[in-house]
Nanobody, 112 residues
Framework: QVQVMESGGGLVQPGGSLNLSCVVS????????MAWYRQRPGKERDLLAS????GATHVVEGRFTVSRDTAKNTIHLHMTNLKPEETAVYFC?????????WGQGTQVTVNS
């Protein structure tokens, strides 16, 4: 079973920055698509950023950047100028043609 594990969440003040990491127990290039999602309390899970095996990354929010370290089977989400309404659980997703894996999520709380 493939394991996906997020880390880096925590409490940050409004306007602050945070870097989330996602480690996968398998070569991330085996998946055609890796992504970060966010789920606010009582809301659906929303796509934040995607990084395909081939091609350009896609980021919904201009204050965020997504990157990967293939040697460490890790992707990162760097977030800047965070807002209180972005308090949520942030999830990592690894997807292939017949496989789709999620991590447990990491809590990000933006509060002064």
């Amino acid at each position: 079973q493939v394991q996906v594990m997020e880390s880096g969440g925590g409490l940050v003040q409004p306007g602050g920055s945070l870097n989330l990491s996602c480690v996968v127990s398998e070569n991330i290039l085996n998946f055609y698509h890796m992504a970060w999602y966010r789920q606010r309390p009582g809301k659906e899970r929303d796509l934040l950023a995607s990084i395909p095996r081939i091609g350009a990354t896609h980021v919904v929010e201009g204050r965020f950047t997504v990157s990967r370290d293939t040697a460490k089977n890790t992707i990162h989400l760097h977030m800047t100028n965070l807002k209180p309404e972005e308090t949520a659980v942030y999830f990592c997703n690894a997807e292939d043609v017949e496989r789709n894996y999620w991590g447990q999520g990491t809590q990000v709380t933006v509060n002064s």
